[in-house]
Nanobody
Framework: QVRLVESGGGLVQAGGSLRLSCAASGRSISRFAVGWFRQAPGKEREFVALIGWSGGTTSYADSVRGRFSISGDNAKDTVYLQMNSLNAEDTAVYYC????????????????WGQGTQVTVSS
């Protein structure tokens, strides 16, 4: 069993930056691929980024590539999502999720989910 807790969300102006954290407990996060997803009001939850187990691979949605960066700190059992050049379309609840497999953009493949953290970008 893995418990995931997101933090770092908040209100930021357009063009600003935020860093989200996903802290894992129960098992080492290095044993999982970790993905970030987001859900905007009235929209379905969508894939944002993922990092493979032990940080071997990363992947990004087209909408965030070049602006967001995912990284992991195995010693802290934490995965980060650095978000730069934020715009109003990035406003959403951001979730991290852990996959015992290799990770993908498909939500159904993930085994554990956090409770989410709100990111609001004001224009």
């Amino acid at each position: 069993q893995v418990r995931l807790v997101e933090s770092g969300g908040g209100l930021v102006q357009a063009g600003g930056s935020l860093r989200l954290s996903c802290a894992a407990s129960g098992r080492s996060i290095s044993r999982f691929a970790v993905g970030w997803f987001r859900q905007a009001p009235g929209k379905e939850r969508e894939f944002v980024a993922l990092i493979g187990w032990s940080g071997g691979t990363t992947s990004y949605a087209d909408s965030v590539r070049g602006r967001f960066s995912i990284s992991g700190d195995n010693a802290k059992d934490t995965v980060y999502l650095q978000m730069n050049s934020l715009n109003a379309e990035d406003t959403a609840v951001y979730y991290c999720a852990a996959d015992r497999g290799q990770g993908s953009g498909y939500q159904f493949e993930y085994d554990y989910w956090g409770q989410g953290t709100q990111v609001t970008v004001s224009s």
